[in-house]
């Protein structure tokens, strides 16, 4: 199944005053309307790292998928350095599975104050690196899109000493089974010396979702040394699995931060598909106009009853550099045409 990305909704996504917006996520609550979980954290701090010290999942609200989309309440909030996930939460994932929702998402922490926008020093502050060295993936589980949400006091992925996923475990990628089971991708970095090593990406499952989950390879699932790789998303097909990511390089799909395809039948050994490239962050907007997006990433696709995919969600900014650049960020709706 391919499909062709339709022109753009300008008005449509999810923005926010005063904030980064990033990461949206959707699915069709209990109420008929749609509810994207997304990333925001202040623009008193930086877009990069802000979001590593004080981004928080939020909930907005649409009744059309294109939206616009209205926020409505921080789902999860800042909750104390004690916690794994006590001083970001970031990379939501949303997942309806049954009668209960599943958000997947990444927590971190820190001991230190909170930044002083004013002597921030952004990648070199003591507060990122201690964060980024913590960042680890969770759950959290509600009977309804509006919670209440139960966070978990560990997360369920977390790092393995001397292995790929030695220095964290971030980007959540699930694909949830009938039977609760769940086949989970993700984004991993090993330590190398005193620093990390490059974007990698793992494979882990559990029997159910609740845990506990697995590593199921040794190695990353795509060899790190031809591609470099973030932002999985993962669906079940009758053939397996199939997979969109971003392209770090370019090096896989022609074009620097775009989007790769690829299939598996085990969700272990990855091929790339055909038609190598899923998305461009040139985009085509509903008023005839074409712009390059500095970013285009954390893909996620909403899909119909039948298994179609009908909407593309993305994380844009209006940079021409990707983070270094931009002056807004905001979550992108892209109507799909399938063929």
Known sequence: MTWEMLPAPREGGFRMEGFWVWCGSVVQ????????????WPKSLPMHPGWLLQSEVVR???????????????????RGAQYWDGRSTHNPHIVKHKDRYLLFYMGS????????????????????????????????????????????????LGVRPGKFDSFLTSNPAPSVGEDGSVLLIYKARRYEDNVHG??????????????????????PVFPPERFHLEDPFIWRTGEGYELIAKDMDGSVCGEKYGGIRAHSRDGLSWEVSEEPQAYSRTVVWDDGTVTALGNLERPFLLFDANG????????????????SDCSNTWNQVFPLKTT
Do not use: C
């Open 29 to 40: 609550g209990e109420d008929g309307k749609y509810h994207m979980f997304a990333s925001r």
């Open 198 to 219: 490059k974007m990698t990406i793992g494979a882990a499952e559990a029997d159910h979702y609740e845990g506990p989950y697995q590593v199921l390879q040794e190695s």
């Open 60 to 78: 907005a609200v649409s009744d059309t998928p294109e939206g616009p989309y209205a926020f409505q309440e921080v789902v999860l909030p800042a």
């Open 109 to 156: 922490t820190h001991p230190l104050s909170d930044p002083d926008p004013e002597t921030f020093e952004g990648l070199n502050d003591p507060r990122t690196i201690v964060a980024r060295a913590n960042k680890r993936i969770g759950l959290a589980t509600a009977p309804s899109v509006f919670g209440p949400w139960t966070r978990r006091d560990a997360p369920i």
């Open 308 to 323: 179609k995919p009908t909407h593309l969600f993305a994380a844009v900014s209006d940079g021409v550099k990707g983070f």
